[in-house]
């Protein structure tokens, strides 16, 4: 039974940075159903969060043969390839100035991905991906890792070595940033002003490297180190234009500890990173960030049915002393509180329907927060909070389609005229409509 459910832990992975990617080149290297190791994409099961910890390979996967005078060479039984289109349509309750409301993602977004086990306990996924706003490809998500397992004081100790471009991208649990929720979202929204580093800021413009372990099925550990690796600029980096260029090295930390009782399960942890940063250059004055978060993730059957919740807070202080001088601040310390927190209730592995509310608070700054029609702040304040609700259907099992509202109570800093060009915060409320298709 144990050989079974190592064998059985994922047939296809979700990563997300603002949307969701199933990739079914894992369902046809392994010939199980993505329902196997989702709940609801990108949400992963145990079997799913298995899998990703052991470098994406299963023991079976692989064909031992000899090549001439080569040494073994393992590869996989299936081509380690997917596409992902994501279609959409996004309607704001008063359009931004200017603008025609209504926006038609056709589509939003197409992605390829190589995903598999590329050796024995190596694998990994790497994204390319076409956005409709941009009108090009550019490289998106990459997540490769080495694993392997041993015992520790009698017990189970499972670790591994992971490369990556976004801070909590390897992380596998789903309340960290870089899988919550909401999974799919629009591109066409009116976005806040502020929001921690950790919180996705640096999601594809970094490179880091860490290591992970897993023990006794309870506690886990990873650390990894991150430097800046602007996509789309010359090579090495000037960092003109670019609000953040680590300066030495960004470590992030994550400690977790999970526990099942009866048909409970909940998850407990911490994250966070440390990250000094030029802005617009790579030396003179830095801007320092500390982002310590806590994070929970619950689950329990009902049957065939499941619910979830997921909950974060995420508080950051930072030092603008660059930003400062340079005119960008007014004051040198400043602090963001986020909170997040949601709840799905899944009806088998066809329908399910989700709650979130957010809210994000921070210290006001004429400088930083300053009035601007539509994305500015009138009372130098970045408070924002609001709530999500969204439904979904699956027809089948790499189909999804989608909707999603989000209302704003107060968006930077005020309800009304929040922006000082009369602009209230509910006129920022949307609507989202998605199919999402993935092969």
């Not at 969701?20 to 046809?28: E, G, L």
């Not at 400088?367 to 909070?385: E, I, V």
């Amino acid at each position: 039974m144990q050989k079974l459910l190592r064998i059985s832990v994922l047939s296809c992975f979700v990563l997300s940075v603002r949307y969701a990617n199933a990739v079914p080149s894992f369902a046809r290297q392994t010939g199980l159903s993505c329902n196997v190791c989702h709940s609801n994409p990108p949400e992963l099961t145990a079997f799913g969060r298995n899998f990703k910890l052991r470098g994406y390979v299963l023991t079976d996967m692989t064909k031992k043969e000899k090549v001439g005078n080569a040494k073994d060479l393992l590869l996989s039984k299936y081509i380690p390839v997917s596409v992902m289109l994501l279609l959409s349509n996004t309607a704001n309750q008063s359009k931004q100035p200017a603008t025609q409301n209504n926006s038609v993602g056709l589509p939003q977004m197409l992605s390829f991905y190589l995903a598999g086990g590329f050796a024995s306990h190596f694998g990994g996924l790497a994204q390319l991906t076409y956005t409709h706003s941009d009108d090009h490809f550019g490289m998106d998500m990459v997540d490769l890792r080495y694993a392997n397992q041993t015992k520790l004081r009698g017990k189970d100790f499972e670790y591994g070595i992971n490369i990556d471009n976004s801070p909590t991208l390897e992380d596998v649990w789903n309340s960290t940033p870089a899988e919550g929720f909401p999974w799919i979202q629009t591109d066409s929204g009116v976005s806040p002003l502020a929001s921690t580093v950790i919180d996705g800021v640096l999601a594809q413009d970094v490179a880091g490297v860490g290591g992970y372990a897993l023990w006794n099925n309870h506690l886990y550990g990873d650390v990894s180190l991150y430097r800046s690796a602007h996509g789309g600029t010359p090579s090495p980096t000037t960092g003109v234009g670019q609000s953040y260029n680590i300066s030495g090295v960004a470590p992030y930390w994550r400690v977790a500890w999970q526990q099942s009782w009866g048909a409970n399960y909940l998850e407990v942890g911490t994250y966070g990173i440390y990250l000094n940063s030029f802005p617009n250059a790579i030396s003179g004055p830095e801007d320092r960030y500390v982002d310590p978060s806590f994070d929970f993730q619950y689950e329990r059957p009902f049957g065939p049915n499941l619910l979830d919740v997921h909950g974060a807070w995420m508080h950051e202080k930072s030092n603008l002393a660059a930003t400062y001088l340079a005119g960008g601040a007014a004051f040198k310390d400043h602090h963001l509180n986020t909170l997040k927190i949601d709840s799905t209730y899944h009806w088998r592995d066809r329908y399910s329907a989700t709650g979130a509310l957010f809210s994000t608070t921070g210290n006001s700054d004429p400088k930083l927060y300053a009035p601007a029609p539509l994305t500015g702040s009138n009372n130098d304040n970045p408070d924002t909070s609001g709530y999500i609700g969204q439904v979904a259907f699956w027809p089948v099992q790499n189909i999804d389609i989608n909707f999603n509202y989000t209302g704003y109570f107060k968006f930077n800093g005020a309800a009304t005229n929040y922006d000082g060009a009369m602009r209230n915060a509910s006129d920022n409320n949307t609507a989202y409509m998605s199919l999402w298709l993935i092969f």
